[in-house]
């Protein structure tokens, strides 16, 4: 597996923790409050939850997928799957940090 794969598995690894955290306080507050912002909030990280584990577990696990991308899979797609998934983690990070502060 080359390191982009690695890095590009492990940005939508720490992707999922941020966000099932994330999801947590947001649907706490939408509890709480209920109001739009929050619900709004809650359903965006859902749904981007839900892509990340979709990625990961088609990266790790699915049985035909996992052993394509480990062998198949050219190093300009990893790359560019990795920028992707970097990036996603950046963003959330900055969620992580203003919905903490």
């Not at 929050?38 to 997928?65: I, K, M, Q, R």
Request: aromatic share 14%.
């Amino acid at each position: 597996m080359s390191p982009w794969a690695a890095l590009a598995q492990g940005a939508s690894g720490l992707n999922v923790l941020m966000l099932a955290g994330l999801c947590a306080v947001w649907g706490r507050n939408y509890l709480r409050f209920r109001t739009k912002h929050p619900l709004g909030l809650f359903v965006f990280g859902l749904l981007l939850l839900a892509e990340n584990a979709l990625s990961l577990y088609y990266y790790l696990a699915d049985p035909t997928l996992s052993a394509w991308f480990a062998t198949a899979v050219p190093p300009v797609v990893w790359r560019a799957t990795m920028a992707v998934h970097v990036a996603e983690t950046a963003a959330v990070a900055f969620l992580v940090w203003i919905t903490a502060d």
